[in-house]
Every structure is written in structure tokens, then in C-alpha cells.
């Protein structure tokens, strides 16, 4: 062939080469990223829900990652990376030809493409843009990506990139989300071989990571070390201490600090609402109003209530069965125990021997211990009479202290919210959030019973009865258009007759309220309630209504007594405080509603020349601040003296609270308050049935709140509420409600609305005490 020939040949095959290649970017061109992109990179982090004053308390998201800035890397770190996966980083401009040359000769000889020769700007491109698929085609993309990162970006930015996008196994997701989840601690406080160890994950992190398989990230671990020490990176010493180091990584779990797992995932709700799948993605930092003592209290208070009330009803019996015969060895007994679901605080234990006088059990940690009898004595049996070996049983405790526990069938709720601004500041929606989602505090729909009645009494006071007006407590038969009868009862089924409403709400009278609705009308006292934010499609228009049977939920119960305790407003209950980017920056907050008593009420709102228009934030006056005082002073005659007088070992006087207990023992309540907290507690069963016998609110409920209220106000000084300047104290007669003197042994100080006193006329020698003024503090009241 000629020289002309061989000329036009290889003219030819530049030619189609050339044509080939164009061809080839023509097509994967187009499926590039646009500049923008990869300027814009953004790294996926979870959400994360914290209490108010910044603990952890939820994290959602596939990813785990903690992201840093390339500048609190450790040198060491990067060191250890660049010898792992890339040491001629800084020399190349994204491909390191001669690394890419080695992979195509080795995949051509095996006829696989296997062999890879990926740069740290390259793993970038793919780990950002592209699938994990091996092929040519995508390889070319990843090259291609390589230089337009290495044109729009530093090599400082390209590895903080690297950084904190790699995946390196068990969720984690970059490199400080890595020691967070195998050693626990921030990278700036992992040794050589720790951090060596993690320069190795990129290779293989689902296989050949330290909790996976120890032995094979150990040797990659020494890899990464012995070409540290090859490129001179690290010294000799260094290089042998960090060999002969062992394995230390474990799996660790995201540390929840306060568990509150039904407020979490009202948040999570929320932010997923709101911003769709990026709440799950864009490190969204959620500080909520929670008070991390007050939820813990509450956790702590419920969980003790009912396991109080699952040992009043008896032992039902062991949760499971491991059979000695079969499973002998106490390691792996203790592996079986580990199936088993461990609710706070109960632990799964296996009986060992159940004797007559002790029960000998085996922990989950394989430690023996002792159950003595004050921890089974509530059984009202001898463990050898209702537990066998092999049995699977609850325990609550440590130590001497160990009891024997079931994990209840009764639930609860508790929730606890700032009156000032509905702040809310715990909650506990039922026992076991693993085993049940539904929280009680905002979904379950109850009967309130005698919890409704303070909003009664309000009604009354706001229609011309007074504190000490008489109402019979006789019975009553309501007919109705049927030709049907309903006789009411009250919870003691004692018969009274007329009965000041002081003494009737201390002592929960039905007749009494009774009489009260059927004296206002039915369809004024729903308007009434309805002011407090109750649906009033779930108000009764019966009688019924008298000793609550509406729908409501705690929460909505905690949110109309807040009127109470903050003198006559309605303020709205709100758990997000604020939401902040990974920045820090502020991307939404409560605006909450406000008590501004000196404000014009929201709906005066108008744009009118020559009147002030109004923030609609500021809350809703919905009773007087007097009608407010003479409740308060009611509801803390409950505690001195009625249904609630278990509160009393507070030892506070600036208590008001009421009962409530359902005409058929389904639910059981207690919700109660100062001027700082208002506090509701539910007992009940998730489908209504009999709570047993003398299962009341005081019984079930007042002690969850008393435990829980304990902590609460512990480091909260008494406040006394001041008396408005149109209440007036008058001394009155106990049975008859009227005017007395000093010197009546049945008489007592009572509080009016000027005007609405009884007739002093009969009373020559009465004591009318209108002097104090809005200032004076009022004994025993707030």
C-alpha cells in the first residue's frame, strides 16, 4: 500500500473517530446537568425535632448526615482519604488519565468493567448526578461531570462535597454522621485508626464495614494506613500505634434525649404538610415548646398511673414462653428475652424458679436476680401459684427494688399547656407509642362527664345565679317525646336537696347541673361552650349535655380550661416554636395568640377613620375576668374540699381543678391548673368499657396529674390571682345562701359581681367587704 493510501486510511479512521465521538457526546450531552446544578448542590438532611430549649427528641429521614465545613475536617482525615481513594487530588483536573488507562487495560483483559478508576471529583459527579450502574455510558457522563465540577468549583469545595455526601453505611451519610453512628463522637475526637477506619467505608460500605464484618474493615483499615505511611503522610510511631489499635466501632442509635415520640410525630406531620418530601430532606432543625422536665415528669407520671391501675385489677398472667428444655444456655435465653417488646419502663425477665416466697428470674443482659415478695405481693398469690419456669414476665425496677409488672390494656393522656399563650409544654398520648400511634391527647374522641361542668357553672354565673344560689339536688325524671324516662343520678347516688353551687361543683352534684342547663336552655348553654372552642356539632342538645356527654379530646378540655386560668381568654395551643434551616436561619415561628387585657377584642377589627385596627393574634376575651375569678374560687373549693382533695399534698393554695368521671365508668378525668400550668389527664380504655368499680377521676386520674403537677410547679412560687374590682365579699349563711353576721357559726365569705348580691334586709349586722382593690391578693384564691 502506498503512502497516500496509508495516509487516506488513517485520515479515515480519524475521521470516524472523530464523528464517533461527537455522535457519542451529541447523546449524553444532553443528559448532563445544567451549570446551575452543580452550583446549586445540596446535601440531604434529615429533620430533626427538638424541646425548646434544644435536646433532641426525633430525627426522620432515610439519610443520617451531619454535614461540616470542609475547614473542621481533620488533616488526618483527609489524608487518610486521599491515600484511600485518591492521592493525586490536587495534581489532576478531575480524571487522572493514567489511573483510567490502567482500568480500561484491566477490563479489557477480564471483558468486564469492573475495574474502576473514579477520582474523588468523579465519585462526586456520580454519587450527586448519576446512578451506581458500571457502564461505559455512564462512566463517560461521570468524566464529563468531572471537568465542569473541576471548572465550576474548587478543589476545597469538591471535597467538602465528598465529605459529607459519601455513603459509608448504616444510613450514614458523610463522614461526621459516620463516627456519630460507629464510635459516637465527632470526628475532631477519632484517633488515627478510627479515622483511618473511615477512610475505608467508600470501598465497600454495606460489606466491609467494622459492625458488618470487623475482620474485613480491619484489613481495609490497614490498607488505608500502610499507604498513609507509603506517601510519607504519617510517621512511623504513628503508623504502628494506629496498626496494633483493635476495633472499637459499635452501632449507635440517633441519642434521643427527651422522649417524646407523640409530639415528634405531630411535628413530622406538620413539616410534611407543609413542605412535602423536602421536610425529610433539606436538615430542617424544629424547636418545639416542649419543656424537657415537664415531659419527662409527664412520661414518668402516666406510666406509673397506669401500671398503678393494671395492679388494682389483678395479674392476667406471663407475656410469653421459652422453653428451658429446648433453649438451655443462659446466653442464648438471654438472646430469646431480646424478642420480646421492652416498653419504658418495663423489661422482659424469664423465670427461672417460682417459689413460694421468691421468684428467681434471668435478664436480658444475663444477669440473675430476685423478684422479693413486696414486688409480687399485689398479686394477692404465691409466684408458685400462677407462674411456671420458662415463663416470660414484665419487671419495673432495679435490684431490691424489682417488682413484677404487666403491660397494661388501659391507656392514657396527659397533656400540659402554657394559659398565657397555649404554649404546650407536655404531652404524652398513651403508653406504648411503638404499639400505638393514636394519640389520644388530640384524636380520641370522649365523654368529658363532669369535667364539662365548670363551663356550666360559667354559663350560669354569665345568667343570674350566683356562687351561692340554691339549687335542688332532688331527683328528677325527664320525659321525653317518646314517652320515655330519664332519671339522672349523682355519682354517689345520695339525694340532697337545695345546694349552693359552690358546694355543688366541689362535690360534683349531676342533679344540680341538671337543673342548671334545663333552667338556662340547652341551646344557649351549647352557644356558651362553644365559646371555648368546643365543636358544638359534638354538644348534645339533650339534657345529657348537663353531665357531659359530648365528644371532646384532652387537649380541647386543656384548652378551655386555660380561660380559667388565665382570666377569661381563649388562647389557641401550638407546639412548634420555630423551624430554622441548616443555616440557623428562621424560616417560621409561632405567631401566637396574645392576652392583651387593655386590647379591643379581635372582632372590632376594622379600617374605619378614627379607630384602631386590632392584631387579630391577640386572643378572644370569652368570660369576664370576674366570671373568671368566682370559677377560680369555685375549682379551688374543689380541691379544699370536694372530689379533688388529693391535690391538697401539693401544699399550695393556688390550686383550682375538677373531676370527671363518666355516668358509665368508661372514662375517668381530672384536669386542674394554677395561673402558670393547666394540666388535663384522661384514663380510659382506646374501645369504651367499664373501668371497674370506684375507677373514678380522683381515683384513676388526680394521681397522674398530682405526680406530674409535683415537678411542674416545684420551682414555681404560689401566685395569687388579684380580685377584680367589681367582686365584692360578702358573709353568708352555708345552707341558705343568705346574709349573715360575724356571729352565725354556719356562716362563711362568698364573692359577687356588684349587684348580684342577695338582699341584705333581713341582716341588720352584715360585713360587705368592697374595699380591697384589684391589687389585694385574696387568701386561698388566685
Same mark, same amino acid.
Given at each position: 500500500?502506498?503512502i497516500?493510501?496509508?495516509i487516506w486510511?488513517?485520515?479515515?479512521?480519524?475521521?470516524?473517530?472523530?464523528?464517533?465521538?461527537?455522535?457519542?457526546?451529541?447523546?449524553?450531552l444532553?443528559?448532563?446537568?445544567?451549570t446551575?446544578?452543580?452550583?446549586?448542590?445540596?446535601?440531604k438532611?434529615?429533620?430533626r425535632?427538638?424541646?425548646?430549649?434544644?435536646?433532641?427528641?426525633?430525627?426522620?429521614?432515610?439519610e443520617?448526615?451531619?454535614?461540616?465545613?470542609?475547614?473542621?475536617?481533620?488533616?488526618l482525615?483527609?489524608?487518610?482519604?486521599?491515600?484511600?481513594e485518591?492521592?493525586?487530588?490536587?495534581?489532576?483536573?478531575?480524571?487522572?488519565?493514567?489511573?483510567?488507562?490502567?482500568?480500561?487495560?484491566a477490563?479489557?483483559?477480564?471483558?468486564?468493567?469492573?475495574?474502576?478508576?473514579?477520582?474523588?471529583t468523579?465519585q462526586?459527579a456520580?454519587?450527586?448526578?448519576?446512578?451506581?450502574?458500571?457502564?461505559?455510558?455512564?462512566?463517560?457522563?461521570?468524566?464529563?461531570?468531572?471537568?465542569?465540577?473541576?471548572?465550576?468549583?474548587?478543589?476545597?469545595?469538591?471535597?467538602?462535597?465528598?465529605?459529607?455526601?459519601?455513603?459509608?453505611?448504616?444510613?450514614?451519610?458523610?463522614?461526621?454522621?459516620?463516627?456519630?453512628?460507629?464510635?459516637?463522637?465527632?470526628?475532631?475526637?477519632l484517633?488515627?485508626?478510627?479515622l483511618?477506619?473511615?477512610?475505608?467505608?467508600?470501598?465497600a460500605?454495606?460489606?466491609?464495614?467494622?459492625?458488618?464484618?470487623? #475482620?474485613?474493615?480491619?484489613?481495609?483499615?490497614?490498607?488505608?494506613?500502610?499507604?498513609?505511611?507509603g506517601?510519607?503522610?504519617?510517621?512511623d510511631?504513628?503508623?504502628a500505634?494506629?496498626?496494633?489499635?483493635?476495633?472499637?466501632?459499635q452501632?449507635?442509635?440517633?441519642?434521643?434525649?427527651?422522649y417524646?415520640?407523640?409530639v415528634?410525630?405531630?411535628?413530622?406531620?406538620?413539616?410534611?404538610?407543609?413542605y412535602?418530601?423536602?421536610?425529610?430532606?433539606?436538615?430542617?432543625?424544629?424547636?418545639?415548646?416542649?419543656?424537657p422536665?415537664?415531659?419527662d415528669?409527664?412520661?414518668q407520671?402516666?406510666t406509673?398511673?397506669?401500671?398503678?391501675?393494671e395492679?388494682?385489677?389483678?395479674?392476667?398472667?406471663?407475656q %410469653?414462653?421459652?422453653?428451658?428444655?429446648?433453649?438451655?444456655?443462659?446466653?442464648?435465653?438471654?438472646?430469646?428475652l431480646?424478642q420480646?417488646?421492652?416498653?419504658?419502663?418495663?423489661?422482659?425477665?424469664?423465670?427461672?424458679?417460682?417459689?413460694?416466697?421468691?421468684?428467681?428470674?434471668?435478664?436480658?443482659s444475663?444477669?440473675?436476680a430476685?423478684?422479693?415478695?413486696?414486688g409480687?405481693?399485689?398479686?394477692?398469690?404465691?409466684?408458685?401459684?400462677?407462674?411456671?419456669?420458662?415463663?416470660?414476665?414484665?419487671?419495673t425496677?432495679?435490684d431490691?427494688?424489682?417488682?413484677?409488672?404487666?403491660?397494661?390494656?388501659?391507656?392514657?393522656?396527659?397533656?400540659?399547656?402554657?394559659?398565657?399563650d397555649?404554649?404546650?409544654?407536655?404531652?404524652?398520648?398513651?403508653?406504648?407509642?411503638?404499639?400505638?400511634?393514636f394519640?389520644?391527647? =388530640?384524636?380520641?374522641?370522649?365523654?368529658?362527664?363532669?369535667n364539662?361542668?365548670?363551663?356550666?357553672?360559667?354559663?350560669?354565673?354569665?345568667?343570674?345565679?350566683t356562687?351561692?344560689?340554691?339549687?335542688?339536688?332532688?331527683?328528677?325524671?325527664?320525659?321525653?317525646?317518646m314517652?320515655?324516662?330519664?332519671?339522672?343520678?349523682?355519682?354517689?347516688?345520695?339525694?340532697? %336537696?337545695?345546694?349552693?353551687?359552690?358546694?355543688?361543683?366541689?362535690?360534683?352534684?349531676?342533679?344540680?347541673?341538671?337543673?342548671?342547663?334545663?333552667?338556662?336552655?340547652? #341551646?344557649?348553654?351549647?352557644?356558651?361552650?362553644?365559646?371555648f372552642?368546643?365543636d358544638?356539632?359534638r354538644?348534645?342538645?339533650?339534657?345529657a349535655?348537663?353531665?357531659?356527654?359530648?365528644?371532646?379530646?384532652?387537649?380541647?378540655?386543656?384548652?378551655?380550661?386555660?380561660?380559667?386560668?388565665?382570666?377569661?381568654?381563649?388562647?389557641?395551643?401550638?407546639?412548634?416554636?420555630?423551624?430554622?434551616?441548616?443555616? %440557623?436561619?428562621?424560616?417560621?415561628?409561632?405567631?401566637?395568640?396574645?392576652?392583651c387585657?387593655?386590647?379591643?377584642?379581635?372582632?372590632?377589627?376594622?379600617?374605619?377613620?378614627?379607630?384602631?385596627?386590632?392584631d387579630?393574634?391577640?386572643?378572644?376575651?370569652?368570660?369576664?375576668? /370576674?366570671?373568671?375569678?368566682?370559677?377560680?374560687?369555685m375549682?379551688?373549693?374543689?380541691i379544699?374540699?370536694g372530689?379533688?382533695?388529693?391535690?391538697?399534698?401539693?401544699?399550695?393554695?393556688?390550686?383550682?381543678?375538677? =373531676? %370527671?368521671? =363518666?355516668?358509665?365508668?368508661?372514662?375517668?378525668?381530672?384536669?386542674?391548673?394554677?395561673?402558670?400550668?393547666?394540666?388535663?389527664?384522661?384514663?380510659?380504655?382506646?374501645?369504651?368499657r367499664?373501668?371497674?368499680?370506684?375507677?373514678s377521676?380522683?381515683?384513676?386520674?388526680?394521681?397522674?396529674?398530682?405526680?406530674?403537677?409535683r415537678?411542674?410547679?416545684?420551682?414555681?412560687?404560689?401566685?395569687?390571682?388579684?380580685?377584680?374590682?367589681?367582686?365584692?365579699?360578702?358573709?353568708?349563711?352555708?345552707?341558705?345562701?343568705?346574709?349573715?353576721? /360575724?356571729n352565725?357559726?354556719?356562716?362563711?365569705?362568698?364573692?359577687?359581681?356588684?349587684?348580684?348580691?342577695p338582699?341584705?334586709?333581713?341582716?341588720?349586722?352584715?360585713?360587705?367587704?368592697?374595699?380591697?382593690?384589684s391589687?389585694?391578693?385574696? #387568701?386561698?384564691?388566685?
Amino acid at each position: 500500500m502506498s503512502i497516500r493510501a496509508l495516509i487516506w486510511v488513517f485520515v479515515s479512521l480519524m475521521l470516524v473517530g472523530i464523528l464517533t465521538l461527537a455522535g457519542g457526546l451529541a447523546i449524553v450531552l444532553p443528559d448532563l446537568p445544567p451549570t446551575s446544578k452543580v452550583r446549586d448542590i445540596r446535601l440531604k438532611e434529615p429533620l430533626r425535632v427538638y424541646t425548646t430549649d434544644g435536646r433532641l427528641m426525633g430525627e426522620f429521614g432515610d439519610e443520617r448526615r451531619i454535614t461540616i465545613p470542609i475547614e473542621e475536617a481533620p488533616d488526618l482525615l483527609i489524608k487518610a482519604i486521599l491515600a484511600a481513594e485518591d492521592d493525586r487530588f490536587f495534581q489532576h483536573h478531575g480524571v487522572d488519565f493514567s489511573g483510567v488507562l490502567r482500568a480500561v487495560i484491566a477490563n479489557l483483559k477480564s471483558l468486564d468493567s469492573r475495574q474502576g478508576a473514579s477520582t474523588i471529583t468523579m465519585q462526586v459527579a456520580r454519587n450527586y448526578f448519576l446512578s451506581r450502574e458500571k457502564t461505559y455510558s455512564r462512566k463517560i457522563k461521570e468524566v464529563l461531570l468531572a471537568f465542569r465540577l473541576e471548572r465550576e468549583l474548587t478543589k476545597a469545595e469538591i471535597l467538602e462535597l465528598y465529605l459529607n455526601k459519601i455513603f459509608l453505611g448504616h444510613r450514614a451519610y458523610g463522614f461526621q454522621a459516620a463516627a456519630s453512628i460507629y464510635y459516637n463522637k465527632r470526628l475532631s475526637e477519632l484517633s488515627l485508626a478510627q479515622l483511618a477506619m473511615l477512610a475505608g467505608l467508600p470501598k465497600a460500605p454495606s460489606r466491609s464495614n467494622p459492625v458488618s464484618d470487623p #475482620e474485613r474493615a480491619l484489613d481495609r483499615r490497614n490498607y488505608v494506613l500502610r499507604r498513609m505511611h507509603g506517601l510519607e503522610l504519617i510517621g512511623d510511631s504513628q503508623y504502628a500505634g494506629a496498626r496494633s489499635a483493635p476495633v472499637t466501632a459499635q452501632r449507635h442509635q440517633a441519642k434521643i434525649q427527651v422522649y417524646a415520640p407523640y409530639v415528634s410525630e405531630i411535628v413530622r406531620k406538620h413539616m410534611v404538610e407543609r413542605y412535602g418530601d423536602l421536610a425529610y430532606q433539606s436538615g430542617f432543625r424544629v424547636y418545639t415548646t416542649i419543656d424537657p422536665t415537664y415531659q419527662d415528669a409527664a412520661n414518668q407520671a402516666l406510666t406509673t398511673g397506669l401500671l398503678a391501675y393494671e395492679e388494682r385489677h389483678g395479674y392476667r398472667g406471663p407475656q %410469653g414462653y421459652i422453653d428451658p428444655e429446648k433453649i438451655t444456655s443462659r446466653p442464648e435465653q438471654a438472646k430469646a428475652l431480646a424478642q420480646f417488646d421492652a416498653p419504658v419502663p418495663l423489661r422482659p425477665v424469664l423465670v427461672l424458679r417460682a417459689g413460694g416466697d421468691a421468684l428467681d428470674i434471668l435478664t436480658a443482659s444475663r444477669q440473675l436476680a430476685t423478684i422479693t415478695v413486696d414486688g409480687w405481693r399485689w398479686t394477692g398469690r404465691t409466684p408458685s401459684q400462677f407462674l411456671n419456669p420458662g415463663d416470660v414476665i414484665y419487671v419495673t425496677g432495679e435490684d431490691a427494688s424489682l417488682r413484677l409488672a404487666q403491660a397494661p390494656l388501659i391507656q392514657g393522656a396527659l397533656v400540659s399547656l402554657n394559659p398565657t399563650d397555649g404554649a404546650v409544654l407536655a404531652l404524652v398520648g398513651g403508653f406504648n407509642f411503638k404499639q400505638s400511634k393514636f394519640n389520644r391527647v =388530640t384524636q380520641a374522641l370522649r365523654q368529658p362527664g363532669s369535667n364539662i361542668k365548670p363551663f356550666i357553672y360559667s354559663a350560669a354565673l354569665e345568667n343570674g345565679f350566683t356562687a351561692a344560689s340554691l339549687v335542688s339536688g332532688a331527683p328528677v325524671v325527664v320525659e321525653d317525646h317518646m314517652g320515655g324516662a330519664w332519671r339522672p343520678q349523682n355519682y354517689s347516688r345520695k339525694v340532697f %336537696g337545695p345546694t349552693r353551687l359552690r358546694k355543688a361543683l366541689s362535690l360534683s352534684l349531676n342533679l344540680v347541673s341538671v337543673r342548671l342547663v334545663r333552667a338556662m336552655g340547652i #341551646e344557649l348553654v351549647r352557644d356558651y361552650l362553644a365559646k371555648f372552642g368546643f365543636d358544638r356539632g359534638r354538644l348534645p342538645r339533650g339534657l345529657a349535655l348537663a353531665l357531659g356527654s359530648a365528644t371532646v379530646t384532652p387537649l380541647e378540655i386543656a384548652r378551655g380550661y386555660t380561660a380559667f386560668a388565665n382570666g377569661g381568654y381563649l388562647v389557641e395551643p401550638f407546639f412548634i416554636a420555630r423551624v430554622e434551616n441548616p443555616s %440557623g436561619d428562621i424560616v417560621e415561628y409561632a405567631n401566637r395568640l396574645m392576652i392583651c387585657p387593655d386590647c379591643p377584642a379581635p372582632n372590632d377589627v376594622t379600617h374605619s377613620a378614627g379607630r384602631r385596627t386590632v392584631d387579630p393574634r391577640f386572643a378572644r376575651r370569652v368570660l369576664s375576668e /370576674e366570671n373568671a375569678f368566682i370559677m377560680n374560687s369555685m375549682m379551688s373549693e374543689v380541691i379544699r374540699s370536694g372530689t379533688g382533695r388529693a391535690a391538697q399534698a401539693l401544699g399550695r393554695s393556688d390550686l383550682a381543678g375538677k =373531676t %370527671g368521671t =363518666t355516668n358509665n365508668y368508661h372514662d375517668a378525668w381530672f384536669t386542674g391548673y394554677n395561673p402558670d400550668i393547666v394540666t388535663s389527664v384522661w384514663i380510659g380504655f382506646d374501645s369504651p368499657r367499664d373501668l371497674g368499680s370506684r375507677e373514678s377521676g380522683a381515683r384513676a386520674a388526680l394521681p397522674v396529674w398530682l405526680n406530674y403537677m409535683r415537678v411542674a410547679l416545684l420551682t414555681r412560687p404560689q401566685v395569687m390571682q388579684r380580685r377584680p374590682e367589681k367582686i365584692i365579699k360578702l358573709r353568708i349563711n352555708r345552707d341558705s345562701g343568705l346574709p349573715t353576721d /360575724e356571729n352565725d357559726p354556719q356562716g362563711f365569705d362568698e364573692f359577687f359581681v356588684i349587684g348580684t348580691e342577695p338582699a341584705a334586709d333581713r341582716s341588720p349586722n352584715l360585713r360587705r367587704n368592697t374595699g380591697a382593690s384589684s391589687s389585694d391578693p385574696v #387568701e386561698g384564691l388566685f
